[in-house]
C-alpha cells in the first residue's frame, strides 16, 4: 500500500475515535456490509473466446461519525471476492477448454455525507482506495 495514504488513514481514524464532538451531534455509529458482487474481467476476447462474469461477494465494517446535526463523516474497510471463467476453442478433438480467474481485494472508502430535506434525502462524495 502506499505509505501516504496508510497515514492519512490512520489520521483519519484518529479524529473520529478521539475526537470529542463540537456539539450534541457527535455520534459514532457502527455498521456491517455484505453483499453479492457481479465484476470481473472483460475487454476484446481473442477469437474463439469469451468471459463469464462470476457471482461473488463481499463484507465489510463502517463506521460513521456525525460531525454536525447535518453533516457525517464515513470510514470503512470491504473486502470483495470475485472472478471471471475464460472459455476458447482450442481447436482439437475437445473442443472447448477453459479457466477461472479468481480476484480478492480491499477497499477502504471515506465518505462524507451531507442531510437533506428534513433528513431523508443526503448526498455523498468521497474516496475509495482499492487495494489488490
Do not use: W
Not at 463523516?73 to 470475485?82: D, E
Not at 477502504?108 to 433528513?119: A, D, E, Q, R
Amino acid at each position: 500500500m502506499n505509505k501516504s495514504f496508510n497515514i492519512i488513514f490512520c489520521l483519519l481514524i484518529i479524529v473520529v475515535l478521539f475526537v470529542p464532538p463540537s456539539s450534541s451531534y457527535g455520534q459514532l455509529l457502527f455498521g456491517l456490509n455484505t453483499g453479492l458482487t457481479h465484476n470481473g474481467l472483460t475487454g476484446d476476447a481473442p477469437e474463439d473466446a469469451s468471459f463469464k462474469r462470476l457471482i461473488g461477494y463481499t463484507i465489510g465494517v463502517h463506521f460513521e461519525y456525525n460531525l454536525t446535526k447535518d453533516i457525517i463523516v464515513g470510514l470503512g474497510t470491504r473486502y470483495y471476492r470475485t472472478g471471471t471463467i475464460v472459455t476458447y476453442d482450442v481447436g482439437e478433438k475437445e473442443t472447448k477448454d477453459s479457466f477461472n480467474i479468481s480476484l480478492s481485494y480491499i477497499s477502504f472508502p471515506v465518505i462524507f455525507k451531507v442531510l437533506t430535506g428534513g433528513k431523508h434525502t443526503y448526498f455523498t462524495s468521497g474516496l475509495d482506495y482499492r487495494q489488490l
